[in-house]
């Protein structure tokens, strides 16, 4: 299996797909916001910043996925990157379930002054909910449970593929 990483992540197809499937999530949490109107809070802004660096990692290993430099780039990129919206998902989950007027996710996202995307494209990464409101369910799960889900995928992959990373080529005679 590490085998198969190793020589799928060589190709194209492959950093193309871990692009896709970010962006396919990006348009879906869009579709909730704006077409079912959801109102997204701090942390689901943050999970879908997370999301942006997993397309970004997509998108650098889709330059020269050959190219060891920018293949390892795009796969720390993609592990500090699926970490971080697991442990995201994780707290938003944690204040759903122990709501607290003590402990509460922050009332308005916190974007280095250099990168504000709030103020850019305030349609988008402007947090107008409340994470410990539950919005939306899906076999019996709600949306921070599956980003939980999503997230752990990525890193387990993520790290299966980097593990890969030096294993020796498979030689065929």
């Known amino acids: 299996m590490l085998y198969f990483f190793n020589i799928y992540s060589k190709t194209r197809k492959a950093w193309f797909l871990l692009s896709s499937t970010a962006c396919i999530l990006e348009i879906i949490a869009l579709y909730f916001q704006h077409i079912m109107l959801f109102k997204p809070c701090a942390l689901c802004i943050y999970q ?5 660096g997993i397309i970004l990692a997509g ?3 889709t330059i020269a996925p050959k190219k060891t430099l920018l293949r390892f780039t795009g796969i ?6 699926a970490s971080q919206g697991l442990l995201l998902a994780k707290k938003h989950i944690n204040l759903q379930l122990n709501p607290s007027p003590f402990v509460t996710c ?27 409101e539950y919005q939306w369910f899906f076999l019996s799960l709600e949306m921070s449970q599956w980003m939980v889900i999503i997230f752990g995928i990525y890193l387990i992959i993520s790290v299966f593929v980097l593990i890969s990373q030096f294993l020796k080529p498979f030689k065929t005679f």
């Open 48 to 52: 879908r910043c997370t999301l942006c």
């Open 106 to 132: 922050d009332f308005f996202v916190n974007f280095p002054s250099w990168l504000p995307l709030d103020k850019w494209l305030p349609q988008i990464f402007d947090a107008i909910g409340d994470c410990t």
């Open 76 to 81: 720390f990129v993609w592990l500090y990157s």
């Open 59 to 61: 998108l650098i290993g």
